[in-house]
């Protein structure tokens, strides 16, 4: 599947937005990504887009001095197990790291294996469980870590070629121009 990773805008809102609407039960309003993409300066917001421009993916890391905190992740589900999810977890990770991040951390439902597959073969780690964390079903949440030697150890797969992201896949390497916040 070819597509590329770039920095998300305003006028992607509307379909990043129906993206989450159609993946999770507890979405993001709409005004939180404008925040994300207009206002807040530790924000790290990508999508993937495919050649005719659509999009199949969004990441939302937040970038705070050496913390990549994976704020909000979801991949169309026609788009899923194509690599994108991959692709979008790499760049962003790899965007973070450019800016001063170390360790990065996530919070995933207990019952979403694909999402804790994904990141355990990235290197993140389950560091606690919060009980009943999820107001809709009350499912637990899963604490991951990325500790600062899977972090290296990720960054340097991803920059020789080895850190699984799918073949032809395009990386763009736009970030903003804003540098880590306190």
């Known amino acids: 599947m070819d597509f590329a990773i770039r920095p998300m805008t305003s006028s992607d ?8 609407k159609a993946s999770a039960v507890l979405y993001w309003p709409e005004r939180s990504y404008h925040f994300e993409v207009e206002t807040n ?27 990549a905190h994976l704020a909000n992740f979801a991949v169309r589900s026609e788009a899923r197990n194509r690599g994108v999810g991959r692709a979008l977890l790499n760049h962003g990770l790899r ?3 450019e800016g001063g991040a170390r ?32 107001q809709d079903n009350h499912e637990d949440a899963l604490n991951m870590n990325l500790d600062p030697e899977a972090y290296e150890k990720l960054i340097q797969a991803i920059n020789t070629g080895n850190g699984k992201p799918s073949p032809g896949t395009a990386f763009e390497h736009t970030p903003k121009t804003k540098g880590p916040t306190a």
């Open 95 to 97: 965007v973070c790291y």
């Open 103 to 134: 360790v990065s951390f996530l919070e995933v439902r207990s019952g979403n294996t694909p999402a804790i597959h994904l990141y355990e073969s990235s290197g993140y780690h389950t560091e606690s469980i919060r009980k009943q964390y999820y």
């Open 41 to 67: 300066e530790a924000s790290r917001p990508f999508v993937a887009v495919d050649p005719e421009g659509k999009i199949l993916g969004f990441i939302v890391f937040w970038l705070i001095i050496d913390e």
């Open 13 to 20: 809102i509307p379909e990043v937005f129906e993206i989450d």
